[in-house]
């Protein structure tokens, strides 16, 4: 499956079903994140209930520390 994370093409396995699976995928199910899927911003508790699809468009944004 072909997704637009961030605005880059990224091709993820077509096993990922849901925001859930695509923040594990890339290791951020732990972090802090805000996520946008096609122009709609998730609240945390729907991202399991938010099924991904071909060509969809994510925005995350996850914070980092530092100094």
């Given at each position: 499956m072909k997704l637009f994370i961030n605005g880059d093409r990224v091709d993820v396995p077509d096993t990922l079903e849901n925001i859930s699976d695509v923040l594990a995928h890339f290791e951020l199910e732990d972090n802090i994140v805000i996520v946008e899927i096609n122009s709609t911003i998730l609240q945390k508790q729907d991202h399991k209930d938010t099924q991904v699809n071909d060509n969809d468009k994510?925005?995350?944004?996850?914070?980092?520390?530092?100094g």
């Open positions: 994510i925005e995350i944004v996850h914070f980092v520390g530092g």
